[in-house]
């Protein structure tokens, strides 16, 4: 039972890289997100997506992009690498079917480091 | 702009003794509150949750309670153990009628200690 994959779990960026985290869901959830944790603040929302094709805005979606091109996977990009952007980052998914009153499953989180 | 609110950073209890963990929001579109528990290196993982046309919830050695006029509410862990010893995030979800999308807002977490 995976649930929530996020692969890499681990990477050091330099400055001006670019990159992609994966995010693959085995529960056949309609709704993923991506998150992002820093020290302070707690889980802040970068991009969601309520189904594949479709993708939004949340919170702090500067210098992300995502994508949704097949239900069970979520993208996150970074194009252009700042020491900003270092933190953990959690992929998460849930289903519709309980409408706004549902729990998130998240995954274990992946941990980018940028110089 | 926090619209979820932990204000203390961290906790510490002895084991056996009552924990208690409190969160404010600001946002009354709020509708559905839950409170997560991680563990370092790991995923967050769902504790409990409840509506707001509930003021208490409760689930073995945890309950939930919610005053939805002071825009509050607090996690009670009773008796603490050291397997408690985690950071516990609260969220809210905004309630938009048919257009919710299910995002949460989260608090910035409490970590809790608990003494053996």
């Known amino acids: 039972n995976a649930g929530v994959t996020q692969t890499p779990k681990f990477r050091v960026l330099k400055t001006g890289q670019s990159m992609t985290l994966l995010c693959a869901q085995d529960m056949n959830h309609e709704y993923m997100y991506w998150y992002r944790q820093d020290p302070g603040m707690g889980l802040r929302l970068i991009h969601y997506?309520?189904?594949?094709?479709?993708?939004a805005k949340g919170e702090v979606p500067d210098g992300y992009n995502v994508s949704r091109l097949k239900k069970q996977n979520f993208l996150l990009g970074l194009e252009s690498a700042a020491p900003s952007q270092t933190s953990v980052y959690f992929c998460?998914?849930?289903?519709?079917?309980?409408?706004?009153?549902?729990?998130?499953?998240f995954g274990e989180g992946s941990r980018l480091t940028v110089l | 702009d926090q619209q979820v609110k932990q204000n203390s950073p961290s906790l510490s209890v002895q084991e056996g003794r009552i924990s208690i963990l409190n969160c404010d929001y600001t946002?009354?579109?709020?509708?559905?509150f839950l409170w997560y528990k991680k563990y370092p290196a790991e995923g967050p993982t769902f504790l409990i949750s409840?509506?707001?046309?509930?003021d208490k919830n409760e689930d073995g050695r945890f309950t939930v309670f919610l005053n939805k006029s002071a825009k509050h509410l607090s996690l009670h862990i009773v008796p603490s153990q050291p397997g408690d010893s985690a950071v516990y995030f609260c969220?809210?979800?905004?309630?938009?009628?048919?257009?919710?999308?299910?995002?949460?807002?989260f608090g910035q977490g409490t970590t809790l200690q608990v003494k053996p």
């Open positions: 946002n009354s579109m709020f509708d559905y």
């Open positions: 998460a998914s849930r289903t519709a079917d309980r409408g706004y009153a549902g729990e998130l499953f």
């Open positions: 997506s309520v189904g594949e094709g479709t993708t």
């Open positions: 969220a809210a979800s905004p309630s938009h009628g048919s257009s919710n999308t299910g995002k949460l807002i």
């Open positions: 409840i509506s707001s046309i509930k």
